[in-house]
């Protein structure tokens, strides 16, 4: 169970339609509910609809197994407790609901105390990472340690990449995905060639692109920045084809699935350090030079610095493409995630 798809992409409904589409691949049984309402904040129409689903599905040792997505799970802990009876329910917790950055503390508290209730009503907590493992058992109080469920990648043909670099982020405009930092960063080197697209959609709540165009545009930018939009499937390719560089500051990421996306291009990345990015950039075991760097993603000069090395330095950029390369060839695919999830709920 999971929220009804948006208009604006995000990472978690990726993850929740690659897990679906794989098992159906597999041969595995299993059924997609979709579930509209303003999650994580449902209203008593959305709360009615998650307990109708619920009480829809079938209980006993044989009956179903039910994975909810922590957007809607984890802001109901009543709803799964009037249900459990009978029924294995797994928590996926894709990003803890109180880690969203810009909540207001009232907001912040309340949907703590929710998703630590859900925690303690569903017999399986699922997560993207080791990460996301750690920061939830850092943030809970947990029964059992999460299972660890890395997203998978689909092959991808090598980037081409452009002339002059194009650096690309790809991701909602949210305050959380933090543009702003990557927009300062480069107002500071117009001295060098570079050309930056933005793709990604402008959530109902808290958009941050109005603030972002304004910036580009008093910056005198335009020339060098492009808003594209949401984009898919071969609008989507042709830019991964032309990219050079992924930014991806964000100030939280469990995983940080766009990292997996250009490294299978073998596009390198700049990620936020300290958060879930960076496993995504070095892979699970970081045993391979990455194939970039992770700054702090409050320091505009770190990132400044970083960026005037690269594009500087044609070695530099020569061996952060190959390091890029090399974690390509250790991506996995996505029947190795929904084979993980399956063994963890009893499937």
Not at 65 to 74: A, E, K, N, S
Request: proline share 10%; net charge neutral.
């Amino acid at each position: 169970m999971r929220p009804a798809p948006g208009l604006v992409p995000s990472g978690g409904t990726l993850y929740d339609e690659r897990v679906l589409a794989a098992w159906r691949r597999l041969g595995m049984a299993c059924r997609d509910v979709p579930l509209p309402g303003p999650w994580p904040e449902p209203d008593a129409a959305a709360r009615a609809r998650l307990a109708a689903a619920l009480r829809s599905c079938r209980v006993g040792p044989d009956g179903d197994r039910v994975i909810l997505d922590g957007l809607v799970g984890g802001c109901c802990p009543a709803e799964l407790a009037d249900a459990r009876a009978g029924l294995a329910l797994a928590l996926l917790v894709h990003l803890p609901l109180d880690a969203e950055p810009g909540l207001p503390d009232a907001a912040r508290a309340r949907l703590h105390a929710a998703e630590q209730d859900a925690l303690a009503v569903a017999g399986r907590v699922l997560v993207p990472s080791a990460f996301a493992a750690r920061d939830l058992a850092a943030r809970f109080a947990l029964s059992e340690a999460p299972v660890v469920a890395r997203p998978g990648q689909d092959p991808a043909p090598l980037a081409d990449g452009s002339d002059p670099p194009l650096l690309v982020m790809v991701g909602a405009f949210t305050p959380g995905k933090n543009h702003a930092l990557a927009l300062a960063a480069l107002a500071a080197l117009t001295d060098r060639p570079w050309r930056l697209t933005l793709a990604g959609g402008e959530p109902a709540r808290a958009s941050t692109l109005p603030a972002l165009r304004h910036r580009v545009a008093a910056a005198g930018l335009g020339g060098r920045v492009r808003f594209a939009g949401v984009l898919r499937d071969a609008a989507l390719d042709a830019l991964w084809a032309a990219a050079d560089l992924l930014l991806l500051p964000s100030l939280a990421e469990t995983y940080g699935m766009v990292v997996s996306e250009a490294l299978a291009r073998g596009v390198p990345c700049l990620v936020g350090a300290g958060t879930g990015a960076v496993e995504a950039l070095v892979g699970p075991a970081g045993s391979t030079p990455p194939a970039g760097a992770a700054l702090d993603p409050d320091d505009p000069e770190a990132w400044r610095a970083a960026l005037a090395r690269w594009l500087d330095d044609p070695g530099l950029r020569a061996a952060w493409r190959a390091r890029a390369v090399l974690r390509r060839a250790e991506l996995r695919p996505w029947d190795d995630t929904a084979r993980t999830i399956a063994r963890a709920v009893g499937g």
